[in-house]
């Protein structure tokens, strides 16, 4: 009924009805083995595996045990994330504690930083105004 599919991956994208049977359906096979032209036993039996409950140990149709596949991995991929999203919050939370108990705030370092500079500039400015200061009063004497 079906082309075989060139390669298993990505063999449900190939799937596709034969051309020798897509252009003359009487060359569709219903009937059973042996049986009779016009026999559609067959055909019955193929169709008939839409309701039947063969999968899962013969307590579900295939549709609802491909339905519940996909559930189960939809659920399993909401858990993966979940998980995911809690190991990075655990990560910054210890990132957090061990900087608090290192005691070094790179924030508050780079405003210590600035303060130095900045009183480093105001005692270089002090101690050349004095340094002037001093040459002219002992260019007054």
């Known amino acids: ?29 219903l009937a059973s083995v042996g049986g009779a032209a016009g ?6 039996a193929l169709f008939a595996l839409a309701t039947a409950k063969n999968a899962a140990g013969g307590t579900k149709t295939l549709t609802d045990a491909a339905l519940s596949v996909v559930g189960d991995l939809g659920s399993a991929g909401a858990v993966a994330k979940n998980d995911a ?9 210890l990132d957090g504690l061990r900087d608090s108990i290192s005691g070094v705030d790179t924030q508050e370092e780079l405003t210590n930083l600035a303060r130095f500079q900045n009183a480093s ?3 270089t400015k002090f101690v050349s ?11 007054k004497l």
């Open 39 to 44: 026999d559609n036993t067959g055909g019955l």
């Open 121 to 123: 500039s105001a005692v």
């Open 129 to 139: 105004t004095i340094n002037d200061m001093l040459t002219n009063l002992i260019d």
């Open 1 to 29: 009924m079906f082309v075989a599919p060139t390669a298993v991956s990505g063999a449900a994208s190939q799937l596709a009805i034969d051309p020798t049977l897509d252009a003359n359906s009487n060359k569709l096979a």
């Open 85 to 93: 999203d809690r190991d990075q919050l655990v990560s910054d939370h």
